[in-house]
């Protein structure tokens, strides 16, 4: 049994709390996978890679509505997947290395492993490499263990084979003929990837729309543009998964009745899963949500003292962006026990890197009609701005959502390109109280610019006074 002050389970944000500012601290690190976490070795990063990759070889096809004839002549799947991966997979291993060999972490111990708690205050640490054990103790835990994907239970699927988004990039063969379960950001995301480097994408969902959880009048226009790209069966119900010699048929139901679909490869994209239960917390205080989330309070800490949690574990918003947020305060909260701080968790935006860019934040309108909150729309498509015109863009637009008496943004919502770079002003003016009006015109917009289209929602809202 070793003693620690402090434990650190994961090594996604959870790595970055420990800094020089815990020198004289003894540190335990603990990881069970891949060092750095989902985002930079399953997430955001590769898949990001892979998107840009997608958009380049997406151009030939709307290049002659600007007078240039372009051609896709090749894909090459293996030097695409290599360059991605060969620049993240050194990153973590440098990453591990650092914190097991570097002089300034004489004071970190990692392990590789699983770590369950056995007692309160009482980590097992099963290593991966041989099946042993050690048990760790300390003053303060952080747990920062993320999230995995959610396996729907659908018979044949074990026995068929499948991919989720911690697989399917690294295939060592495109597909011709890929099935997509699921259509939220993650599914968006991939079949633009997939589709756009000549892979025949279905995309299946048990939803009306996809990117249901947007603003409704964003995932209906996403849909339509989804539609005419790529198959989409939505309101499919997938209820068996069959072998065959032509490939894997999947079983749905739809409203119209029975539906079948053979394809050579399966990705599951249904969302993810906190990896809660691999912690045993049952032998702690910590308390969990229905669906498994640790419960923090507005210090990120857990119901039993002196252990706290951050990112995918206790968020329902599952975002780097958001952990990262959380850990700089989970660390100040360590460093400062007299002086807390609490997380910001009010204007947290978010977007969808598909074909087109979605963005996101605040209230959508469906929101506020079922909170009871008074709001006008303003409105701009991508189309009347001169930018807009120079990229031929006729189906994106922002939205915009304000209070009609104060002018405060209650949320915007941008579908088109770069809307996670456009709508970065409306997330400023909100954290800061900037109103409608202020922001509009007490500032420069550069003429002619994509954040125009910002400055003209705003000049669009029909606010009092």
Same mark, same amino acid.
């Given at each position: 049994?070793?003693?620690?002050?402090?434990?650190?389970?994961?090594?996604?944000?959870?790595?970055?709390?420990?800094?020089?500012?815990?020198?004289?601290?003894?540190?335990?690190?603990?990881?069970?996978?891949?060092?750095?976490?989902?985002?930079?070795?399953?997430?955001?990063?590769?898949?990001?890679?892979?998107?840009?990759?997608?958009?380049?070889?997406?151009?030939?096809?709307?290049?002659?509505?600007?007078?240039?004839?372009?051609?896709?002549?090749?894909?090459?799947?293996?030097?695409?997947?290599?360059?991605?991966?060969?620049?993240?997979?050194?990153?973590?291993?440098?990453?591990?290395?650092?914190?097991?060999?570097?002089?300034?972490?004489?004071?970190?111990?990692?392990?590789?492993?699983?770590?369950?708690?056995?007692?309160?205050?009482?980590?097992?640490?099963?290593?991966?490499?041989?099946?042993?054990?050690?048990?760790?103790?300390?003053?303060?835990?952080?747990?920062?263990?993320?999230?995995?994907?959610?396996?729907?239970?659908?018979?044949?699927?074990?026995?068929?084979?499948?991919?989720?988004?911690?697989?399917?990039?690294?295939?060592?063969?495109?597909?011709?003929?890929?099935?997509?379960?699921?259509?939220?950001?993650?599914?968006?995301?991939?079949?633009?990837?997939?589709?756009?480097?000549?892979?025949?994408?279905?995309?299946?969902?048990?939803?009306?729309?996809?990117?249901?959880?947007?603003?409704?009048?964003?995932?209906?226009?996403?849909?339509?543009?989804?539609?005419?790209?790529?198959?989409?069966?939505?309101?499919?119900?997938?209820?068996?998964?069959?072998?065959?010699?032509?490939?894997?048929?999947?079983?749905?139901?739809?409203?119209? +009745?029975?539906?079948?679909?053979?394809?050579?490869?399966?990705?599951?994209?249904?969302?993810?899963?906190?990896?809660?239960?691999?912690?045993?917390?049952?032998?702690?205080?910590?308390?969990?949500?229905?669906?498994?989330?640790?419960?923090?309070?507005?210090?990120?800490?857990?119901?039993?003292?002196?252990?706290?949690?951050?990112?995918?574990?206790?968020?329902?918003?599952?975002?780097?962006?958001?952990?990262?947020?959380?850990?700089?305060?989970?660390?100040?909260?360590?460093?400062?026990?007299?002086?807390?701080?609490?997380?910001?968790?009010?204007?947290?935006?978010?977007?969808?890197?598909?074909?087109?860019?979605?963005?996101?934040?605040?209230?959508?309108?469906?929101?506020?009609?079922?909170?009871?909150?008074?709001?006008?729309?303003?409105?701009?498509?991508?189309?009347?701005?001169?930018?807009?015109?120079?990229?031929?863009?006729?189906?994106?637009?922002?939205?915009?959502?304000?209070?009609?008496?104060? +002018?405060?943004?209650?949320?915007?919502?941008?579908?088109?390109?770069?809307?996670?770079?456009?709508?970065?002003?409306?997330?400023?003016?909100?954290?800061? +109280?900037?109103?409608?009006?202020?922001?509009?015109?007490?500032?420069?917009?550069?003429?002619?610019?994509?954040?125009?289209?910002?400055?003209?929602?705003?000049?669009?809202?029909?606010?009092?006074?």
């Amino acid at each position: 049994m070793t003693h620690f002050d402090l434990v650190v389970v994961g090594t996604g944000s959870g790595n970055t709390i420990v800094t020089k500012q815990f020198a004289d601290w003894k540190v335990a690190i603990v990881e069970r996978g891949t060092f750095g976490g989902t985002c930079l070795n399953v997430g955001c990063i590769p898949t990001k890679m892979f998107v840009h990759t997608a958009d380049l070889a997406a151009v030939p096809s709307a290049s002659s509505r600007f007078g240039v004839d372009e051609q896709l002549t090749g894909v090459h799947w293996p030097e695409i997947r290599d360059r991605i991966f060969h620049r993240i997979d050194p990153i973590s291993a440098s990453g591990a290395e650092y914190r097991l060999h570097h002089a300034n972490n004489v004071n970190v111990t990692l392990y590789h492993g699983t770590g369950r708690f056995t007692a309160d205050g009482e980590l097992t640490v099963t290593s991966a490499e041989g099946g042993q054990t050690e048990v760790l103790t300390a003053n303060k835990f952080v747990l920062a263990a993320g999230s995995r994907p959610i396996v729907p239970f659908i018979p044949g699927l074990e026995e068929v084979g499948f991919h989720t988004s911690e697989t399917i990039m690294r295939m060592e063969q495109l597909p011709r003929r890929l099935g997509i379960i699921g259509s939220g950001f993650v599914a968006a995301e991939l079949a633009h990837v997939f589709s756009s480097l000549g892979v025949e994408v279905t995309v299946i969902g048990r939803s009306d729309l996809m990117l249901r959880h947007q603003d409704r009048e964003i995932a209906v226009r996403y849909t339509e543009i989804a539609q005419e790209r790529y198959n989409v069966r939505l309101d499919h119900d997938t209820v068996r998964v069959k072998g065959r010699d032509d490939g894997i048929a999947l079983e749905m139901l739809s409203p119209q +009745g029975p539906d079948e679909l053979v394809v050579d490869e399966l990705l599951v994209a249904v969302g993810r899963t906190p990896n809660s239960d691999v912690l045993n917390l049952g032998a702690t205080g910590v308390e969990l949500e229905e669906d498994g989330r640790v419960i923090v309070d507005e210090f990120q800490e857990t119901a039993a003292e002196g252990i706290y949690a951050l990112g995918d574990l206790c968020s329902p918003y599952q975002l780097k962006h958001v952990a990262n947020h959380e850990a700089r305060v989970v660390q100040h909260n360590l460093l400062h026990p007299e002086n807390r701080i609490k997380s910001d968790h009010r204007y947290v935006p978010h977007a969808v890197f598909g074909s087109p860019q979605v963005a996101s934040v605040g209230l959508t309108e469906e929101e506020a009609i079922e909170q009871g909150v008074r709001y006008v729309v303003g409105r701009e498509a991508y189309a009347d701005i001169a930018y807009g015109w120079a990229m031929e863009d006729t189906t994106g637009f922002a939205k915009i959502l304000a209070d009609p008496d104060t +002018g405060l943004l209650l949320g915007c919502h941008v579908i088109g390109p770069q809307a996670a770079t456009v709508i970065q002003p409306v997330i400023q003016a909100m954290s800061f +109280g900037l109103d409608a009006h202020r922001m509009a015109r007490g500032q420069y917009w550069i003429h002619p610019a994509m954040p125009e289209l910002i400055e003209n929602a705003l000049l669009n809202l029909k606010l009092k006074g």
